[in-house]
């Protein structure tokens, strides 16, 4: 009886946790260019791209999110980010294609 129920409890918990990313976009995670700049700090100059819902850090990049559209399995934002202290609006297009993240069409990374 204690390892059905111990069984049970981590099964629960598994279907919690994938119930509560089950409603983040696919782009939500940590990208990198190779398994090697996956390991990078974020003070590092060569550092992983940290993407969140609402926008994405890298080194001395910080980016939000506004106005984000999804046509089929695309996401155009408009972006307003600080780099190195230089405010700069712009626009971005993000899709994921198994454990590949595709920036504005042509750049891609490697989900950590």
């Known amino acids: ?8 409890l981590a099964g629960a918990a598994v279907l919690s946790m994938s119930a509560a990313y089950a409603g983040e976009p696919a782009y939500v995670g940590t990208w990198g260019n190779d398994a090697t700049q996956c ?14 819902a609402n926008g994405y850090e890298q080194h001395e990049a910080h980016c939000t999110f506004s106005s984000i559209e999804k046509s089929g399995e695309i996401w155009t934002m408009k972006t307003t ?14 899709s994921v294609t198994g454990k590949t993240l595709t920036i504005d069409g042509t750049s891609k990374r490697q989900r950590c």
């Open 1 to 8: 009886m204690r390892i059905f129920t111990l069984v049970t």
């Open 81 to 94: 980010c600080s780099v190195e202290g230089d405010e700069q609006t712009g626009q971005m297009t993000l």
């Open 39 to 52: 390991t990078k700090p974020q003070e590092s100059q060569n550092a992983p791209m940290v993407v969140t």
